[in-house]
């Protein structure tokens, strides 16, 4: 009996240290959130944070900045859709179409919210390629209430959104721009797509428009800086070549002049049955050579053909 008597004490004090532990380790949690919440930094545990693992780290500051991605179409490389930037794409330059489409088609515009603001607002545009700010056109969804100014609720909640416009019957281009923007309270931030919208006229200049203009209903769109049938000129070396022109006309002028004032002597030279002659000083009307001179005398014969020749 003693002997298991002392058994039980033995468990029932190895119990008690083991649950005197535990106790202290929960206390000491206890008091470090209490710590945090009296530092403010405290945060329910039932509140969805944002999803910064898709985000890189040197391209945002962790402090609920509105934060997506344009996914169709493929938005322009460079293109980044957490940073404030100028409209009209966000100071990223025209890139080469990767999107083709048909004119008066409809196409889809998907995008992924990845850091919401609850006061979003999107507005689509299509350019014809320009990318001036007039150039842009504004574009309705065919679905979804819209505000007077055309723009429309997004990017509110975290997840996929998109809708469908409906392109202009009109429109035919090689390098047309879709402009995605998105307003926050931070600001506008931009996406663009370089996208081809394919026609019939579309043949007469695709591919042709040098510089960085586009091709747009058959014609080539330059621009600023360029102009041409095909944007070939660069504006102000324009006038240089025409200078270049009226000189080359004014020397082709003097030439034509010469040929003819000299074309007596120039025919005599060139004529093979005759050999070198020169005028005599004291009497212009007629020709001498080395065959109408022998012996100091003068052939008379010799002298009325190369008179002849002369005329």
């Known amino acids: 009996m003693n002997s298991r008597f002392l058994t039980l004490i033995i468990l029932l004090l190895i119990l008690s240290i083991f649950s005197s532990r535990a106790l202290k380790e929960e206390n000491n949690e206890g008091k470090e959130e209490e710590n945090d919440c009296e530092d403010g930094t405290c945060e329910s545990k039932n509140e969805v944070q944002p999803d910064f693992s898709k985000i890189p780290s040197t391209k945002i500051k962790k402090e609920n900045m509105p934060h997506s991605q344009v996914l169709l179409p493929i938005r322009r490389v460079g293109t980044t859709n957490m940073e404030l930037g100028d409209a009209p794409c966000g100071g990223i330059e025209k890139k080469a179409a990767n999107t083709l489409t048909t004119k008066g088609s409809s196409i889809n515009l998907i995008w992924e919210i990845l850091v919401p603001e609850n006061t979003g607002n999107c507005t689509v545009k299509l ?3 320009r990318q001036d700010i007039d150039s842009f056109q504004l574009l309705k969804p065919t679905e979804g209430a819209i505000n007077s100014d ?3 609720k997004c990017g509110r909640e975290n997840g996929f959104e998109h809708k469908e416009f409906i392109l202009p ?3 035919e281009c090689d ?3 879709l402009q995605w923007k998105w307003s926050t309270s931070y600001g506008d931030i931009y996406s663009c797509s370089d996208i081809i919208i394919n026609g019939a006229q579309l043949s007469k200049c695709m591919g042709k428009c ?3 203009g586009s091709c747009f209903n058959g014609q080539c769109l330059c621009l600023k800086g360029f102009s041409g049938d ?3 000129d660069e504006d102000g070396q324009t006038s240089l070549t025409w200078l270049w022109i009226l000189l080359g006309l004014i020397g082709l002028g003097a030439t034509g002049y010469g040929i003819y004032y000299f074309w007596p ?4 030279l060139f004529h093979h049955s005759q050999p070198w002659t020169h005028r005599d000083d ?3 009307n007629f020709l001498f050579n080395e065959e109408s001179q022998k012996d100091g005398v003068i052939d008379q014969d010799q002298l009325a053909q190369n008179s002849k020749y002369a005329e």
Request: aromatic share 12%; hydrophobic share 15%.
């Open 150 to 152: 055309g723009s429309f």
């Open 282 to 284: 004291k009497n212009p």
């Open 265 to 268: 002597k120039i025919k005599s």
């Open 127 to 129: 350019s014809n390629g």
């Open 169 to 171: 019957p009109d429109y």
């Open 175 to 177: 390098g047309c721009t």
């Open 210 to 212: 040098l510089n960085g």
């Open 230 to 232: 095909f944007c070939e």
